[in-house]
Protein backbone atom coordinates (compact mmCIF):
# COMPACT_ATOMS: atom_id res chain seq x y z
CA UNK A 1 0.00 0.00 0.00
CA UNK A 2 1.08 3.61 -0.66
CA UNK A 3 2.77 5.15 2.62
CA UNK A 4 3.16 8.53 3.40
CA UNK A 5 3.86 10.53 6.39
CA UNK A 6 0.49 10.66 8.19
CA UNK A 7 0.93 6.59 7.89
CA UNK A 8 4.00 6.52 10.52
CA UNK A 9 2.88 4.96 13.42
CA UNK A 10 5.08 5.50 17.07
CA UNK A 11 7.40 3.22 17.86
CA UNK A 12 6.56 1.02 21.20
CA UNK A 13 9.70 1.22 24.15
CA UNK A 14 9.53 -0.96 26.76
CA UNK A 15 11.66 -0.11 30.10
CA UNK A 16 12.49 -3.68 31.87
CA UNK A 17 14.65 -3.80 34.86
CA UNK A 18 15.11 -5.61 38.50
CA UNK A 19 12.81 -4.17 40.98
CA UNK A 20 13.45 -0.70 42.68
CA UNK A 21 16.16 0.52 39.78
CA UNK A 22 13.86 3.50 39.20
CA UNK A 23 12.10 2.42 35.94
CA UNK A 24 8.51 3.95 36.91
CA UNK A 25 10.23 6.84 38.61
CA UNK A 26 11.71 7.90 35.46
CA UNK A 27 8.80 8.00 33.83
CA UNK A 28 7.56 10.36 36.42
CA UNK A 29 10.40 12.48 35.52
CA UNK A 30 9.72 12.91 32.07
CA UNK A 31 5.65 12.92 32.66
CA UNK A 32 5.94 15.11 35.82
CA UNK A 33 4.07 12.91 37.33
CA UNK A 34 3.96 10.77 40.76
CA UNK A 35 2.63 7.30 39.68
CA UNK A 36 5.53 5.77 41.65
CA UNK A 37 4.51 7.26 45.26
CA UNK A 38 0.73 6.20 44.73
CA UNK A 39 1.58 2.19 44.12
CA UNK A 40 1.21 -0.14 46.68
CA UNK A 41 4.29 -1.22 48.63
CA UNK A 42 5.70 0.94 45.69
CA UNK A 43 6.27 -1.90 43.39
CA UNK A 44 4.78 -1.89 39.87
CA UNK A 45 2.42 -4.67 39.49
CA UNK A 46 0.46 -3.83 36.30
CA UNK A 47 1.80 -2.35 32.75
CA UNK A 48 1.33 1.31 32.41
CA UNK A 49 1.66 2.95 29.34
CA UNK A 50 2.48 6.39 28.41
CA UNK A 51 1.89 8.31 24.85
CA UNK A 52 4.65 11.13 24.68
CA UNK A 53 3.66 13.14 21.44
CA UNK A 54 6.80 14.20 19.61
CA UNK A 55 6.83 17.49 20.66
CA UNK A 56 6.78 17.45 24.22
CA UNK A 57 9.94 15.00 23.61
CA UNK A 58 11.15 18.34 21.47
CA UNK A 59 11.16 20.40 24.39
CA UNK A 60 12.42 17.65 27.10
CA UNK A 61 15.68 16.89 24.96
CA UNK A 62 16.35 20.79 23.81
CA UNK A 63 19.20 20.58 26.02
CA UNK A 64 20.75 17.96 24.00
CA UNK A 65 21.04 20.37 20.73
CA UNK A 66 24.49 21.50 22.27
CA UNK A 67 25.72 17.86 21.72
CA UNK A 68 23.90 16.61 18.90
CA UNK A 69 22.43 17.04 16.08
CA UNK A 70 18.17 15.64 16.45
CA UNK A 71 15.16 14.30 13.97
CA UNK A 72 11.92 14.03 14.63
CA UNK A 73 10.11 11.80 12.07
CA UNK A 74 7.72 9.72 14.36
CA UNK A 75 4.49 10.82 15.77
CA UNK A 76 5.40 10.29 18.97
CA UNK A 77 6.99 7.56 21.29
CA UNK A 78 4.63 4.77 23.68
CA UNK A 79 6.44 4.06 26.77
CA UNK A 80 5.36 0.87 28.63
CA UNK A 81 6.32 0.75 32.45
CA UNK A 82 6.73 -2.85 33.71
CA UNK A 83 7.22 -4.46 36.99
CA UNK A 84 10.63 -5.61 38.07
CA UNK A 85 9.61 -7.88 40.70
CA UNK A 86 10.26 -11.51 40.05
CA UNK A 87 6.77 -12.93 39.88
CA UNK A 88 5.96 -10.84 37.19
CA UNK A 89 8.38 -12.31 34.91
CA UNK A 90 5.03 -13.17 32.20
CA UNK A 91 4.15 -9.30 32.05
CA UNK A 92 7.86 -8.79 31.33
CA UNK A 93 7.57 -11.07 28.42
CA UNK A 94 4.46 -9.34 27.31
CA UNK A 95 6.20 -5.95 27.63
CA UNK A 96 8.95 -6.53 25.58
CA UNK A 97 6.76 -8.85 22.93
CA UNK A 98 5.10 -5.62 22.49
CA UNK A 99 7.94 -3.01 22.03
CA UNK A 100 10.23 -1.72 19.23
CA UNK A 101 13.08 -1.08 21.41
CA UNK A 102 13.76 -1.45 25.33
CA UNK A 103 15.09 0.37 28.00
CA UNK A 104 17.20 -2.09 30.35
CA UNK A 105 17.43 0.11 33.75
CA UNK A 106 19.91 -0.72 35.91
CA UNK A 107 20.98 0.89 39.37
CA UNK A 108 24.29 2.07 39.35
CA UNK A 109 24.85 1.14 43.33
CA UNK A 110 23.96 -2.20 42.52
CA UNK A 111 24.77 -3.60 39.65
CA UNK A 112 23.49 -6.62 37.80
CA UNK A 113 20.86 -8.47 39.41
CA UNK A 114 18.78 -11.22 38.95
CA UNK A 115 16.14 -9.07 36.85
CA UNK A 116 18.06 -7.72 35.00
CA UNK A 117 19.67 -10.78 33.81
CA UNK A 118 15.84 -12.21 33.25
CA UNK A 119 15.65 -8.98 31.18
CA UNK A 120 18.71 -9.40 29.06
CA UNK A 121 17.36 -13.09 28.20
CA UNK A 122 13.84 -12.18 27.25
CA UNK A 123 15.30 -8.96 25.02
CA UNK A 124 17.84 -11.30 23.14
CA UNK A 125 15.03 -13.76 22.91
CA UNK A 126 13.17 -11.37 21.23
CA UNK A 127 15.82 -9.51 18.78
CA UNK A 128 14.25 -6.23 20.49
CA UNK A 129 17.47 -3.74 20.34
CA UNK A 130 17.96 -1.80 23.72
CA UNK A 131 20.06 0.58 25.23
CA UNK A 132 20.69 0.69 29.77
CA UNK A 133 19.80 3.61 31.59
CA UNK A 134 22.42 3.34 34.51
CA UNK A 135 20.19 4.59 36.75
CA UNK A 136 21.08 6.43 40.60
CA UNK A 137 23.69 8.43 39.59
CA UNK A 138 22.99 11.40 41.88
CA UNK A 139 23.72 8.69 44.39
CA UNK A 140 27.60 8.74 43.60
CA UNK A 141 29.12 10.41 47.09
CA UNK A 142 28.94 14.53 46.55
CA UNK A 143 27.23 14.46 43.14
CA UNK A 144 26.39 18.50 42.63
CA UNK A 145 22.89 18.19 40.42
CA UNK A 146 21.90 20.42 37.90
CA UNK A 147 18.15 19.17 37.09
CA UNK A 148 17.22 17.95 34.00
CA UNK A 149 20.50 18.60 32.04
CA UNK A 150 22.54 16.58 29.78
CA UNK A 151 24.98 14.01 31.12
CA UNK A 152 27.67 15.55 29.42
CA UNK A 153 27.27 18.76 30.95
CA UNK A 154 26.75 17.41 34.10
CA UNK A 155 29.73 14.91 34.65
CA UNK A 156 31.79 17.87 33.69
CA UNK A 157 31.05 19.83 36.63
CA UNK A 158 31.79 17.02 38.92
CA UNK A 159 34.52 17.03 41.41
CA UNK A 160 37.71 14.61 40.10
CA UNK A 161 36.53 12.24 43.29
CA UNK A 162 32.76 12.29 41.92
CA UNK A 163 34.47 11.32 38.05
CA UNK A 164 36.26 8.43 39.76
CA UNK A 165 33.44 6.81 41.35
CA UNK A 166 31.49 6.97 38.34
CA UNK A 167 34.24 5.57 36.09
CA UNK A 168 34.98 2.46 38.89
CA UNK A 169 31.62 1.48 39.20
CA UNK A 170 30.84 1.89 34.91
CA UNK A 171 33.85 -0.32 34.44
CA UNK A 172 32.69 -3.00 36.75
CA UNK A 173 29.02 -2.83 34.96
CA UNK A 174 30.87 -3.05 31.73
CA UNK A 175 32.59 -6.24 32.67
CA UNK A 176 29.63 -7.72 34.50
CA UNK A 177 27.63 -7.29 31.04
CA UNK A 178 30.66 -8.13 28.79
CA UNK A 179 30.22 -11.66 31.31
CA UNK A 180 26.90 -12.02 29.62
CA UNK A 181 28.13 -11.46 26.27
CA UNK A 182 27.17 -7.88 25.73
CA UNK A 183 29.69 -5.40 24.54
CA UNK A 184 28.76 -2.12 25.76
CA UNK A 185 29.93 1.84 25.90
CA UNK A 186 28.54 5.14 26.94
CA UNK A 187 26.37 6.38 24.08
CA UNK A 188 28.18 8.99 23.12
CA UNK A 189 31.18 7.36 22.72
CA UNK A 190 29.34 4.08 20.91
CA UNK A 191 30.68 3.72 17.07
CA UNK A 192 28.64 1.32 16.51
CA UNK A 193 24.77 1.27 17.67
CA UNK A 194 24.14 -2.39 16.16
CA UNK A 195 27.31 -4.45 17.87
CA UNK A 196 27.66 -2.01 21.32
CA UNK A 197 25.12 -1.67 23.80
CA UNK A 198 24.76 2.13 24.67
CA UNK A 199 24.89 2.93 28.15
CA UNK A 200 23.18 6.30 29.44
CA UNK A 201 23.50 7.59 32.82
CA UNK A 202 20.62 8.64 34.52
CA UNK A 203 18.81 10.25 37.67
CA UNK A 204 15.41 9.99 37.82
CA UNK A 205 15.47 12.08 40.60
CA UNK A 206 17.54 15.08 39.56
CA UNK A 207 16.61 14.53 36.26
CA UNK A 208 20.01 14.62 35.06
CA UNK A 209 20.74 12.06 31.80
CA UNK A 210 16.48 11.91 31.34
CA UNK A 211 17.22 14.47 27.88
CA UNK A 212 20.05 12.01 26.70
CA UNK A 213 18.01 8.96 27.16
CA UNK A 214 14.88 10.53 25.27
CA UNK A 215 17.05 11.75 22.56
CA UNK A 216 18.74 8.54 22.08
CA UNK A 217 15.55 6.66 21.70
CA UNK A 218 13.84 8.82 19.12
CA UNK A 219 17.81 8.87 17.45
CA UNK A 220 17.70 4.36 17.55
CA UNK A 221 13.97 4.24 16.44
CA UNK A 222 14.15 6.34 13.94
CA UNK A 223 17.18 5.12 12.26
CA UNK A 224 17.57 1.71 12.76
CA UNK A 225 13.81 0.44 13.02
CA UNK A 226 12.77 -1.14 9.48
CA UNK A 227 10.84 1.01 7.51
CA UNK A 228 8.12 -1.50 7.31
CA UNK A 229 7.70 -1.22 10.95
CA UNK A 230 7.64 2.36 10.89
CA UNK A 231 4.23 2.31 9.05
CA UNK A 232 0.74 1.74 10.11
CA UNK A 233 -0.80 -1.50 8.87
CA UNK A 234 -3.72 -4.90 10.74
CA UNK A 235 -4.73 -4.01 13.74
CA UNK A 236 -2.79 -5.33 16.87
CA UNK A 237 -4.20 -4.44 20.70
CA UNK A 238 -3.89 -5.62 24.34
CA UNK A 239 -6.48 -5.66 26.73
CA UNK A 240 -4.20 -3.83 29.93
CA UNK A 241 -7.03 -3.63 32.43
CA UNK A 242 -10.88 -3.70 32.80
CA UNK A 243 -12.45 -1.07 34.73
CA UNK A 244 -15.50 0.61 35.67
CA UNK A 245 -15.58 4.42 35.27
CA UNK A 246 -18.31 6.79 36.02
CA UNK A 247 -20.33 7.35 33.35
CA UNK A 248 -19.17 5.13 31.13
CA UNK A 249 -19.45 1.35 32.69
CA UNK A 250 -17.28 -1.64 32.06
CA UNK A 251 -14.37 -0.08 29.98
CA UNK A 252 -10.84 -1.60 28.67
CA UNK A 253 -7.35 -0.37 28.68
CA UNK A 254 -5.88 -1.11 25.71
CA UNK A 255 -2.04 -1.15 24.03
CA UNK A 256 -2.79 -0.47 20.33
CA UNK A 257 0.22 -1.46 18.91
CA UNK A 258 -0.59 -1.29 15.43
CA UNK A 259 -2.98 -0.06 13.16
CA UNK A 260 -6.22 2.20 13.74
CA UNK A 261 -9.18 1.89 15.84
CA UNK A 262 -12.26 3.92 15.27
CA UNK A 263 -15.69 4.68 17.30
CA UNK A 264 -18.47 1.89 15.88
CA UNK A 265 -15.65 -0.89 15.24
CA UNK A 266 -16.79 -4.61 15.58
CA UNK A 267 -14.55 -6.12 18.13
CA UNK A 268 -14.03 -9.45 19.91
CA UNK A 269 -12.29 -10.22 22.72
CA UNK A 270 -11.59 -13.21 25.04
CA UNK A 271 -14.00 -13.37 27.95
CA UNK A 272 -14.23 -15.35 31.12
CA UNK A 273 -17.35 -16.92 30.05
CA UNK A 274 -16.85 -17.25 26.48
CA UNK A 275 -15.61 -14.93 23.60
CA UNK A 276 -17.35 -10.84 23.91
CA UNK A 277 -18.73 -8.97 20.43
CA UNK A 278 -18.99 -5.67 20.34
CA UNK A 279 -19.16 -2.08 19.62
CA UNK A 280 -16.51 0.43 20.22
CA UNK A 281 -18.56 3.15 21.76
CA UNK A 282 -16.34 5.86 22.71
CA UNK A 283 -12.41 5.77 22.43
CA UNK A 284 -10.65 7.92 25.30
CA UNK A 285 -7.16 8.91 25.51
CA UNK A 286 -5.81 10.28 28.62
CA UNK A 287 -4.18 13.96 28.10
CA UNK A 288 -0.78 13.51 26.16
CA UNK A 289 2.12 12.45 28.76
CA UNK A 290 -0.72 10.97 31.24
CA UNK A 291 -0.41 7.66 32.04
CA UNK A 292 -3.59 5.47 31.49
CA UNK A 293 -3.44 3.80 34.36
CA UNK A 294 -4.01 7.20 36.58
CA UNK A 295 -7.69 8.95 36.20
CA UNK A 296 -7.80 11.92 34.77
CA UNK A 297 -9.98 13.90 32.03
CA UNK A 298 -10.18 11.81 28.95
CA UNK A 299 -9.98 13.47 25.42
CA UNK A 300 -13.17 11.64 23.01
CA UNK A 301 -11.26 10.33 19.68
CA UNK A 302 -13.02 9.59 16.43
CA UNK A 303 -10.15 7.19 16.06
CA UNK A 304 -6.72 6.35 17.20
CA UNK A 305 -3.53 5.53 15.46
CA UNK A 306 -0.55 3.61 16.92
CA UNK A 307 1.03 2.73 19.27
CA UNK A 308 -1.01 4.50 22.39
CA UNK A 309 -2.57 3.20 25.43
CA UNK A 310 -6.56 3.36 24.87
CA UNK A 311 -9.72 3.52 27.16
CA UNK A 312 -12.69 1.77 25.22
CA UNK A 313 -15.94 1.82 26.39
CA UNK A 314 -18.33 -0.52 25.01
CA UNK A 315 -21.30 -2.81 26.09
CA UNK A 316 -20.62 -6.61 27.87
CA UNK A 317 -16.80 -5.98 28.62
CA UNK A 318 -17.34 -6.77 32.43
CA UNK A 319 -16.22 -10.46 31.80
CA UNK A 320 -13.34 -9.53 29.60
CA UNK A 321 -10.31 -11.12 30.51
CA UNK A 322 -7.26 -8.46 31.03
CA UNK A 323 -3.83 -9.36 29.21
CA UNK A 324 -5.31 -11.02 26.22
CA UNK A 325 -6.15 -10.04 22.57
CA UNK A 326 -8.71 -7.45 20.81
CA UNK A 327 -9.53 -8.27 17.37
CA UNK A 328 -11.44 -5.94 15.03
CA UNK A 329 -13.80 -7.82 12.48
CA UNK A 330 -13.34 -6.70 8.87
CA UNK A 331 -15.31 -6.50 6.46
CA UNK A 332 -14.16 -9.77 5.23
CA UNK A 333 -13.99 -11.68 8.05
CA UNK A 334 -15.49 -14.15 10.28
CA UNK A 335 -16.66 -13.69 13.31
CA UNK A 336 -16.87 -17.23 14.52
CA UNK A 337 -13.25 -17.87 13.29
CA UNK A 338 -11.98 -14.63 15.58
CA UNK A 339 -14.20 -15.67 18.20
CA UNK A 340 -12.57 -19.27 18.77
CA UNK A 341 -8.68 -17.24 17.85
CA UNK A 342 -9.37 -14.61 21.00
CA UNK A 343 -9.87 -17.32 23.54
CA UNK A 344 -7.02 -19.46 22.82
CA UNK A 345 -4.99 -16.87 25.92
CA UNK A 346 -7.47 -18.62 28.36
CA UNK A 347 -8.06 -21.90 27.38
CA UNK A 348 -4.33 -22.34 28.09
CA UNK A 349 -4.53 -21.20 30.96
CA UNK A 350 -7.68 -23.32 32.32
CA UNK A 351 -4.79 -26.46 31.78
CA UNK A 352 -3.41 -25.53 34.52
CA UNK A 353 -6.66 -26.71 36.44
CA UNK A 354 -6.19 -30.08 37.90
CA UNK A 355 -8.70 -32.63 36.47
CA UNK A 356 -9.15 -34.40 39.81
CA UNK A 357 -11.08 -31.85 41.10
CA UNK A 358 -9.07 -31.09 44.09
CA UNK A 359 -6.85 -27.94 44.50
CA UNK A 360 -7.25 -24.68 46.20
CA UNK A 361 -9.04 -22.04 44.40
CA UNK A 362 -7.25 -18.68 42.67
CA UNK A 363 -8.62 -15.63 42.12
CA UNK A 364 -6.84 -12.40 40.64
CA UNK A 365 -6.96 -9.26 38.67
CA UNK A 366 -5.46 -10.32 35.55
CA UNK A 367 -4.43 -12.72 33.37
CA UNK A 368 -1.06 -11.66 34.28
CA UNK A 369 -1.19 -12.03 37.51
CA UNK A 370 -3.38 -14.79 37.15
CA UNK A 371 -0.68 -16.44 35.17
CA UNK A 372 2.09 -15.43 38.26
CA UNK A 373 -0.09 -17.47 40.68
CA UNK A 374 -0.74 -20.41 38.47
CA UNK A 375 3.17 -20.26 38.20
CA UNK A 376 4.20 -20.14 41.78
CA UNK A 377 1.63 -22.67 42.63
CA UNK A 378 3.40 -25.41 40.38
CA UNK A 379 6.33 -24.39 41.83
CA UNK A 380 4.82 -25.27 45.38
CA UNK A 381 3.24 -28.32 43.84
CA UNK A 382 -0.09 -27.36 45.48
CA UNK A 383 -3.03 -28.32 42.58
CA UNK A 384 -5.82 -25.79 41.35
CA UNK A 385 -9.51 -26.87 41.48
CA UNK A 386 -10.37 -23.26 39.86
CA UNK A 387 -9.29 -19.99 38.33
CA UNK A 388 -11.27 -16.82 38.48
CA UNK A 389 -10.39 -13.31 37.06
CA UNK A 390 -12.87 -9.97 38.97
CA UNK A 391 -14.08 -9.82 42.47
CA UNK A 392 -14.70 -12.90 44.78
CA UNK A 393 -18.57 -13.59 45.31
CA UNK A 394 -20.05 -15.99 47.77
CA UNK A 395 -20.35 -18.66 44.69
CA UNK A 396 -16.48 -19.14 44.30
CA UNK A 397 -16.09 -19.70 48.51
CA UNK A 398 -18.28 -22.47 47.42
CA UNK A 399 -16.23 -23.47 45.32
CA UNK A 400 -13.36 -23.61 47.94
CA UNK A 401 -15.91 -25.29 50.41
CA UNK A 402 -16.17 -28.59 48.56
CA UNK A 403 -12.24 -29.34 49.26
CA UNK A 404 -13.83 -29.33 53.09
CA UNK A 405 -14.23 -33.00 52.87
CA UNK A 406 -12.08 -34.14 50.19
CA UNK A 407 -8.80 -32.03 50.79
CA UNK A 408 -9.19 -29.85 53.74
CA UNK A 409 -5.62 -28.26 52.87
CA UNK A 410 -6.66 -27.01 50.18
CA UNK A 411 -10.14 -25.53 51.56
CA UNK A 412 -8.67 -21.99 50.71
CA UNK A 413 -8.96 -19.23 48.23
CA UNK A 414 -5.93 -17.75 47.06
CA UNK A 415 -6.80 -13.79 45.69
CA UNK A 416 -4.62 -11.08 44.15
CA UNK A 417 -5.99 -7.90 43.97
CA UNK A 418 -9.23 -8.45 44.17
CA UNK A 419 -12.54 -7.25 45.98
CA UNK A 420 -13.95 -9.52 47.91
CA UNK A 421 -17.91 -9.47 48.35
CA UNK A 422 -19.38 -8.90 52.13
CA UNK A 423 -21.43 -12.02 51.51
CA UNK A 424 -18.89 -14.25 50.20
CA UNK A 425 -16.36 -13.18 53.40
CA UNK A 426 -19.44 -13.75 55.74
CA UNK A 427 -19.82 -17.29 53.79
CA UNK A 428 -15.97 -18.13 54.20
CA UNK A 429 -16.06 -17.42 58.11
CA UNK A 430 -19.43 -19.63 58.56
CA UNK A 431 -17.69 -22.10 56.41
CA UNK A 432 -14.11 -21.74 57.68
CA UNK A 433 -12.87 -21.39 54.01
CA UNK A 434 -9.30 -19.09 54.57
CA UNK A 435 -9.14 -16.15 52.16
CA UNK A 436 -5.76 -15.27 51.44
CA UNK A 437 -5.69 -11.84 49.67
CA UNK A 438 -2.86 -9.41 49.19
CA UNK A 439 -2.24 -6.23 46.88
CA UNK A 440 1.04 -7.27 47.12
CA UNK A 441 1.77 -10.33 45.34
CA UNK A 442 4.80 -12.04 47.01
CA UNK A 443 2.91 -10.93 50.38
CA UNK A 444 0.71 -13.74 49.30
CA UNK A 445 3.09 -15.77 48.63
CA UNK A 446 4.29 -15.33 51.89
CA UNK A 447 1.29 -15.58 53.87
CA UNK A 448 0.43 -18.92 52.14
CA UNK A 449 3.72 -20.37 52.39
CA UNK A 450 3.67 -19.69 55.51
CA UNK A 451 0.17 -21.39 55.99
CA UNK A 452 1.53 -24.72 54.64
CA UNK A 453 3.84 -24.75 56.75
CA UNK A 454 2.34 -24.64 59.81
CA UNK A 455 -0.49 -27.56 58.60
CA UNK A 456 2.96 -29.88 57.96
CA UNK A 457 3.83 -28.99 61.73
P1 LIG B 1 9.37 -1.81 40.36
O1 LIG B 1 8.38 -1.30 39.40
O2 LIG B 1 8.75 -2.19 41.67
O3 LIG B 1 10.21 -2.90 39.79
O4 LIG B 1 10.41 -0.63 40.73
P2 LIG B 1 10.90 0.52 39.75
O5 LIG B 1 12.07 0.02 38.97
O6 LIG B 1 9.77 1.10 39.00
O7 LIG B 1 11.53 1.57 40.79
P3 LIG B 1 10.76 2.84 41.40
O8 LIG B 1 10.51 3.85 40.37
O9 LIG B 1 9.61 2.31 42.16
O10 LIG B 1 11.88 3.38 42.38
C1 LIG B 1 12.33 2.62 43.49
C2 LIG B 1 12.92 3.52 44.56
O11 LIG B 1 14.12 4.10 44.08
C3 LIG B 1 12.01 4.68 44.93
O12 LIG B 1 12.16 4.92 46.29
C4 LIG B 1 12.58 5.83 44.14
O13 LIG B 1 12.33 7.08 44.74
C5 LIG B 1 14.06 5.51 44.13
N1 LIG B 1 14.74 6.03 42.93
C6 LIG B 1 14.40 5.78 41.66
N2 LIG B 1 15.23 6.38 40.81
C7 LIG B 1 16.13 7.04 41.57
C8 LIG B 1 17.27 7.86 41.28
O14 LIG B 1 17.64 8.12 40.13
N3 LIG B 1 17.96 8.36 42.34
C9 LIG B 1 17.63 8.09 43.63
N4 LIG B 1 18.36 8.61 44.61
N5 LIG B 1 16.56 7.33 43.94
C10 LIG B 1 15.82 6.81 42.92
MG1 LIG C 1 7.84 0.48 38.81
NA1 LIG D 1 9.51 0.05 42.94
Redesign the pocket.
Known sequence: SASNESDLRSPICCIL??????????L?KVRQTNV?GG?AG???QQIGATYFPVDSIKQKTAVMAQHEKQTFDVPGLLII?????ESFTNLRSRGSSLCNIAIL?IDIMHGLEQQTLESIRLLRDRKAPFIVAL?????LYDWKEIPNNSFRDSYSKQTKSVQAEFQNRYEQIKVALAEQGLNSELYFQNKNMSKYVSIVP?????GEGVPDLLWLLLELTQKRMSKQLMYLSKVEATILEVKVVEGFGYTIDVVLSNGILREGDRVVLCGLNGPICTNIRALLTPPPSRELRIKSEYVHNKEVKAALGVKIAANDLEKAVAGSRLVVVGEDDDEEEIMEEVMDDLTGLLDSVDTSGKGVVVQASTLGSLEALLDFLKDMKIPVMSIGLGPVYKRDIMKASTMLEKAPEYAVMLCFDVKVDKEAEQYAAEQNIKIFNADIIYHLFDQFTAYQQKLLE
Open positions: GHVDTGKTKLDQEGITDTPGHVNKIDRTSAVT
